[in-house]
């Protein structure tokens, strides 16, 4: 079922590209239902487009031979239930693109997580199409919707505009640290902001010549850091997981683990980075990407709420191809399915580049690390300087008023409790200093570290 949702969004990305006008919006829906049939060992799946996105397909442009060939082992397909498609057209206007195909029936627990891993990524790299999955098995319905909260668009001079989701994940921000002392809640970002590295050349290797794969091919390198704490210049962070996506030209991520993904840890030079070092998992099947997670040094004398805010690095590799002899819709999905088929070759074959380059990026985002630690240092040391004048300031004073009223307001009743207390409070001001910065995606903070009136008085 993978490979044959795959070849469909292969050929509607492809069609809709051939046809699109210029200046058209790239937005829409795709809908993609699977079914099966009471005493039928078989599986029917519809797909169909509607949006600007896909406005340019003209169906007649499909050749029978052609989804012949794409197609190959399927037959076709029942028609669809209308109460699938009329919802979708309510809400994405007429059909652009519809295709129903049937195959042999295996189990939903054989391919759906693939799928789902697919599609997931797909809305990553596509962020205005917004993808509804519908499955009907044995009279029960399971409905999932991927699509975007976020987006951003990255232009370039050489290359066609990237529509991103950078939408920051839940499971990413419910592990954010929490404000401590008189700072009681923090606005973050909800998005991320991507990098365009700019594009790579590559040289097309001898076995993909032979099959046919001739012209221009490159990479285009895009990342994408979640979660942004660009407001809080103060914090520590530190790079918990690295995950590479590779994407064909059409757009379309590329499933399965290569031998390229599975050493490249070994050839990034994580000493030099600033990394201790990278895993990478072992995964068997139809994995969307690699990722990879950072070994760290466990400091123990590091304090639960001084801990550094963890975030994960997106690289985005995206396959560009340009062919001038490639002129039909055939033409085009040959060059695509042979890009795909020598994919761990053409890596190889440029295996310096390729990891120079992502050993770039990374190196980038370590140097924001870096800077932030060095920042880190400084606003210890003169917390440091602070707390050890205004305790002095406290202890040798002569006049108990003064010192009772500094003991009450810290709501503490010694020297000794009163400088943990103020440590806590003169660390949460620093750490969690407030920097409105206009590109971010912020929900409005309810209660900020500047307005806080507590944290006036303790200061």
């Known amino acids: 079922m993978l490979h044959e949702i795959r070849q469909v969004l292969r050929l509607v990305m492809l069609m809709s590209k051939q046809g699109q006008r210029h200046g058209s919006r790239s937005t829409g829906g795709l809908l993609i239902v699977v079914w099966d049939e009471a005493g039928a060992q078989r599986l029917n799946c519809t797909v169909a487009a509607a949006g600007s996105w896909c406005s340019g397909i003209e169906m007649k442009a499909l050749q ?39 195959m042999k029936d ?19 790299a596509n962020a205005g199409i917004k993808i509804h999955l519908k499955l009907k098995f044995a009279q029960q319905t399971f409905e999932r919707d991927f699509r975007a909260k976020i987006k951003a668009k990255v232009s370039g001079v050489d290359h066609p505009s990237l529509l991103l989701d950078v939408s920051c994940p839940a499971e990413k921000r419910w592990f954010l640290p929490k404000p401590h002392g008189s700072v009681k809640k923090a606005s973050w970002c909800q998005g991320g902001h991507p990098v365009d590295g700019g594009r790579l050349p590559l040289s097309i290797p ?113 396959f560009q191809h340009r062919d001038p002899f490639c002129s039909h819709l055939s033409d085009f999905i040959a060059a695509d399915m042979l890009i795909e088929h020598h994919l761990e070759e053409i890596l190889n074959s440029n295996k310096p580049a390729v990891t120079a380059a992502i050993r770039t990026e990374i190196g980038n985002t370590m140097k924001t690390q870096n800077r932030r630690k060095k920042q880190q240092e400084k606003l210890n040391s003169a917390a440091e300087v602070i707390l050890g ?32 207390r103020l440590s806590e409070s003169l660390r949460g001001v620093m750490s969690w200093r407030f920097l409105p910065v206009s590109r971010c995606y912020s929900t409005q903070m309810e209660e900020n570290l500047l307005r806080n009136e507590s944290t006036k008085s303790e200061i």
């Open 389 to 420: 004048s205004t305790l002095s300031i406290v202890s040798c004073s002569s006049n108990m008023d003064f010192r009772n009223a500094c003991f009450n307001l810290m709501k503490v009743t010694d020297s000794h409790a009163l400088s943990s």
């Open 206 to 318: 001898p076995q993909a010549m032979d099959g046919g794969l001739l012209g221009d091919l490159c990479v285009r390198l895009v990342t994408l850091l979640h979660p942004c704490v660009l407001q809080y210049p103060n914090l520590p962070t530190e790079l918990k997981s690295i995950e590479v996506l590779v994407y064909n030209p059409c757009n379309i991520p590329v499933s399965g683990s290569t031998g390229f993904f599975q050493t490249l840890p070994s050839s990034l030079d994580c000493q030099h980075l600033g990394l201790h070092g990278l895993q990478c998992p072992a995964h068997k099947g139809h994995r969307v990407g690699a990722v990879y997670t950072t070994e760290q040094w466990d400091d123990e004398e590091q304090e639960p709420n001084h801990l550094p805010v963890q975030q994960n690095l997106l690289v985005f590799l995206l």
């Open 106 to 124: 295996v189990r939903p627990s054989d391919w759906l997580s693939d799928v789902e891993a697919v599609l997931r990524a797909f809305c990553l």
């Open 64 to 102: 029978l031979d052609l989804k012949d060939s794409m197609f190959a082992g399927v037959s076709p397909s029942l028609h669809p239930d209308p109460e699938d498609l009329i919802p979708f057209s309510d809400l994405y206007g007429s059909l652009r693109f519809l295709l129903s195909f049937q």
